[in-house]
């Protein structure tokens, strides 16, 4: 009688004899393998993070020479973030999120989330880390919180060292808001907290479904340019008013609500709105992604 197949290319007879060791194995433990740590450092020394950092980090440093060059901003009817970048170091922190919002931003959350476990089985390598033996759903697991703590440094990455240089170029003070009131600098920046916070939330729908994608494919740029492809068409269907209240089912529709964390009046339903849709919809992909990942058939 042929021995059976896995799942993994391995013959059932000789995995269920590895199984069966592995269970009285000396010093083996689930719960222990692929510590984050390992999986941090493994993912840190990656070209493609170094390169993203050198980008988020740069990007202050660009539009602050472009203003620069350009001049300070001088329209005499202010209405968006941009026209008040120069105001303080805290409206300039606030225009690099306002930049970032919608595809700067989407880019890293993709990449680090999308890439993670497509490149392991680009590389052939993601077969040998199952034969550690690592559980797959730890495996998963693993990977997906180490995506989702880069893509957190990268957003706070983009606002903190705008704040940094802002404040060094144009020097701490109030936060002016396009209304025409201010927000005192030490109001400012607990509220600007809160808002990088909610993109970092909304961010989530684009962390799993790059996520998703990654376990379904060997091609980490596909998982990645899929992830970044639907946010822009979602964000081409909310500019749709034909759409109506259909649009406020798009994660594009509430990007920018975090701009009610910066209003004189603190205002939650805006966010709260958007948090809850994104939340629901990265918990239908991450468990399309577990389930579909237990049942694959991985041979590289």
Known sequence: MSAGVTTDGVSSDHAGSDHAGADHAEGYRPGRTLPLRVEAMRQLRRRRTLVIGGVLA?????????????????????TTFIDLATASGANFAVTMLFVGTGFMLVIPVALFCGDTVASEA???SLRYLLAAPVPRARLLARKFAVGLAFSAVAIVMLPAIGLVVGTVAYGWGDLKLPAGASLPAGEALPRIAIAVAFVFLSELVIAALAFW?????????????????????TGVLDAVTALGDLREWLPAHWQ??????????????????????SLSYAVVLLVLAFRGF???DVVS
């Open 58 to 78: 740069a990007m202050p440093f660009v539009i602050l020479a472009a203003f620069q060059i350009g001049g300070t901003p001088g329209r005499p009817d202010r």
């Open 122 to 124: 680009s590389w052939s």
């Open 213 to 233: 994608l990654s376990t379904a494919t060997d091609a980490p740029l596909g998982a990645v340019g899929g992830a970044v492809f639907l946010s822009i068409i």
């Open 294 to 296: 237990a049942r694959k």
């Open 256 to 277: 920018y609500a975090w701009a009610d964390a910066l209003q004189p009046q603190l205002e939650w339903g805006g966010m709260l709105q958007g948090v809850s849709l």
